[in-house]
Each structure stands twice: as C-alpha cells, then as structure tokens.
C-alpha cells in the first residue's frame, strides 16, 4: 500500500508540473477542504496536564541549576589540581643534558673534537697549562732530575 | 488563535505579534521559566491538536506534547531564530510523532488512493454546515473528518495538517519532512483528495437515509 502511495505521489509529481499543481490546489474543491480542517476545533488541554508540565519543568531547571553549582565548584578545584600537578612535575623534573653527535669533518666536528680535548688536558694537568704546552710537551723531551741543570748554583746569577 | 498574557499579547495563528514574541524568545533563551510559560500557554492546544491527529491515541497525544515542551525548554539555548517558534515547535512535534511511529512500526489503516487523483470538482452540499464562511462544524463532521485523516498514511496527514490546519509554508513543511516543494504540494493535493472522498462517501450516505 506504501509504495502504491509512494507511486502515485510520484506520477502525480511526473504528469504534472508545479504551477499546474498550484492550480490545481488552489481549485474550489481543495480550498473547501482546507477551510474544513482550519475551522475544526482544538482540543483543550487540562489543567492537571499543565501543573504536571510545570513539574517537570521545574525539576529539570532545578537539577540544571544544582548541574551549574557544582560545575562552579568543580571546575576551580580542578583547574588548581591540574595547576599544582603541573607545578610538582616541573619542581622534580631532572635537567636533562642533551649532546648532539656531529659526525664528519665538518668545522662543527673539529670545534666540539678541540673543546672536548680541552677539557679533557685541563682535567688531567689543571689550570695553568694550556693544550699548546701539552701538546708541544709530546713531542720534546721531558725536563728529568739529574740533568745538566743539576751543577748549575742558581745563588750566583 | 490569539492568546492575551499579561501586557503582552501573543498570538499563535497567523497574526504574530513579532516583537513581543522575540521578547519572550530572549527570556527563554536565558531560561527564563515564566517566558516559556507564557509559550506554552500560546501554543500548547495547537501542538496537542497536531499530535493528536498524528498519533491518534490521546493520553499518548498529550504525553507526546509534554515531551515536546520539556524538550524545547531544555533545547531553548540552541534555537537560532532562522523560523518562528511555532515552526520550531511544529518540527519538534514532528519528530516526535515520526519517531514514535518508527518505534511502532505501524501502518494504520491505509487506504487505497486509487481514483483519488482524479478528483478535483467542488463539493455540491445541500448541506449549510459545508459553507466555507460557517466556523462551527458540528461534532459528526468533524469526528468524519478525524476518520479520515486517521486513514491517511503519516506523510500524508501530517502535510495536510501541517499546511491545511497550522498554515505553515510549503518552504518550512518540505524542510521539516525533508523532501521538495513539489513532493510537499502532491502529498497535499493527494491529502485533500483523499479527503474530499471520504466526505463523498459520507454524504452519500446520509442522503441516502
């Protein structure tokens, strides 16, 4: 039956076109079932539909309400929560050192290759001798007791 | 349909008082429960009348047009004001009715359309009741007509009532049904069809006792 309806509303919609359907509700006919139905009377509602209506209503406003009073009370409390979680992880948080490996003989590699051997020299021998002296110092024989210095009398000069 | 509530005057047919209605639209939107009480008060008969006659039964009619205001109260916020809040209303009222139907899964009594089409002369009534100026209907036409509407299927009725009874624009009912205009107009056309030839049939009969 639905889709003989479906059919015919739409062969209606085929045969005719739109201003030829106007017309054709707007014919004497069609327009006396229109004022039929509007001069039809309404049905009353009651009055206790009404007073139940507004319980509900006022039930559902009451539980929005207590809904939003909580969510004033929530929504600080978690934001100082979020705040102070945030504060202890930063406060324990252990600084992190990050090396970058450069690879290569680029002048990055020989500039962090220099600035490690230096600091490396200046662990073993300690401040007062640069990696010059060190490194010239490797290549020269090294000052030994018993040398020729030994008869020098350093009172005399 | 106008209703008078306090200074203002609400109307809920086709004389809308604009103004006062936006008035009272910006209170509901604040969730002001007196405003929506005042809508409720202008526009509750007329979404009973249209479920009733959707839905047929009507303690469910009534608890449908409750369900109908208690949604509208909490949805209130998210009216745009792009129609009227009698549209608004009427396509809640819809959806409802739709959806309940779905639930059911019903296909109430419909009736074969068959020649309906064809029919497009005026009614020739003996009867004064059918003068289009008449107002009051008496309560057997009116049940006849109740008869008929029930018989239609739900695309059909609820376009006649949506159009015939509410006056609502072909624009709005083929944007709440969700078809075309034209698809809007051949329901209608077919609606009243259908109905004119059930008053047919029952005039037939009483001329003939």
């Not at chain 1, 929005?64 to 930063?90: D, E, M, Y």
């Not at chain 2, 405003?35 to 409720?40: E, H, I, N, P, S």
């Not at chain 2, 009736?111 to 003996?126: H, M, N, R």
């Not at chain 2, 107009?185 to 029952?202: D, E, P, T, V």
Request: glycine content about 6%; aromatic content about 6%; overall charge negative.
């Amino acid at each position: 039956m639905k889709r003989f309806e479906q059919d015919k509303i739409n062969g209606l919609e085929m045969r005719l076109t739109e201003q030829e359907l106007d017309k054709r509700l707007d014919s004497a006919g069609q327009q006396q079932v229109r004022t039929m139905l509007q001069a039809m009377p309404e049905e009353p509602l009651s009055l206790s539909w009404r007073s139940e209506l507004n319980q509900v209503l006022a039930a559902k406003r009451d539980s929005k309400i207590r809904r939003r009073r909580i969510a004033w009370f929530l929504s600080p409390a978690l934001g100082l929560g979020v705040a102070g979680a945030l504060a202890v992880v930063t406060m324990f948080k252990t600084p992190e050192v990050r090396t970058s490996q450069i690879s290569g003989d680029t002048i990055e590699a020989q500039l962090v290759a220099s600035h490690r051997n230096s600091i490396r020299i200046a662990d073993v021998t300690g401040v007062g001798l640069n990696s010059y002296e060190v490194i010239e110092g490797k290549n020269t024989s090294t000052v030994t007791p018993g040398s020729d210095l030994d008869g020098v009398d350093f009172g005399s000069l | 349909m106008e209703l008078c509530i306090g200074a203002t005057r609400l109307s809920a047919g086709k004389q809308t008082d604009h103004a006062s209605e936006l008035a009272i639209v910006e209170r509901c939107r604040k969730q002001d429960y007196e405003a929506f009480g005042k809508l409720v008060d202008a526009y509750q008969n007329r979404v009973f009348g249209f479920v009733r006659r959707m839905v047929s039964n009507a303690e469910e009619a009534a608890d449908i047009t409750q369900d109908v205001f208690i949604r509208a109260f909490q949805s209130f916020g998210r009216f745009d004001g792009r129609c009227s809040v009698r549209t608004w209303l009427f396509r809640i009222a819809y959806n409802l009715c739709i959806d309940r139907a779905r639930k059911i899964d019903r296909s109430p009594g419909e009736v074969s359309l068959q020649g309906t089409a064809e029919i497009d002369e005026t009614f020739d009534l003996p009867d004064g009741r059918w003068q289009p100026d008449q107002i009051a209907i008496d309560s057997e036409l009116c049940a006849v007509i109740d008869v008929a509407i029930a018989s239609m299927s739900e695309k059909l009725r609820s376009v006649l009532l949506l159009h015939d009874k509410e006056d609502l624009p072909y624009e709005e009912i083929a944007q709440m049904v969700g078809v075309p205009v034209g698809t809007v107009k051949s329901r209608l056309f077919l609606a009243r069809a259908h109905l004119q030839q059930h008053l047919r049939n029952y005039l037939n009969t009483e001329v003939a006792q």
